[in-house]
């Protein structure tokens, strides 16, 4: 069964940090690629990041470029999404999941080019 375990959500000031985790389970880590994506309410699913679990290669929305890293630590089977510099429009559900192959790759920011999904973490930034 696959499972992921979404953490280190919360509230926290603007300006803050917070490090999001994602401990997957259920499947071949190292053949998916694992992204983060983030949902706030009365808006749509937005791709934040992607990192590649073979060699680590990593992809940013432009809303993250700069303020957000996301890293793996494969051995652990989890991913984690550090998130600094945080504004009141980061507030939303983030979500990771699980992807693989060339077609995912090529439409990371898309919700149809993920196979599993995460139950999500809440982050609210106060202004």
């Known amino acids: 069964e696959v499972q992921f375990l979404e953490s280190g959500g919360g509230l926290v000031q603007a300006g803050g940090s917070l490090r999001l985790s994602c401990a997957a389970s259920g499947f071949t880590f190292d053949d998916y690629n694992i992204g983060w994506f983030r949902q706030a309410p009365g808006k749509e699913r937005e791709g934040v990041s992607c990192?590649?679990?073979?060699?680590?290669?990593?992809y940013y929305a432009d809303s993250a470029k700069g303020r957000f890293t996301i890293s793996s630590d494969n051995a652990k089977n989890t991913v984690y999404l550090q998130m600094n510099s945080l504004k009141p429009e980061d507030t939303a559900v983030y979500y990771c999941?699980?992807?693989?192959?060339?077609?995912?790759?090529?439409?990371?920011?898309?919700?149809?080019?993920?196979?599993?999904w995460g139950q999500g973490t809440q982050v609210t930034v106060s202004s």
């Open positions: 990192i590649t679990s073979r060699d680590g290669i990593t």
């Open positions: 999941a699980a992807g693989r192959g060339w077609f995912h790759l090529a439409n990371w920011k898309r919700g149809y080019a993920y196979n599993y």
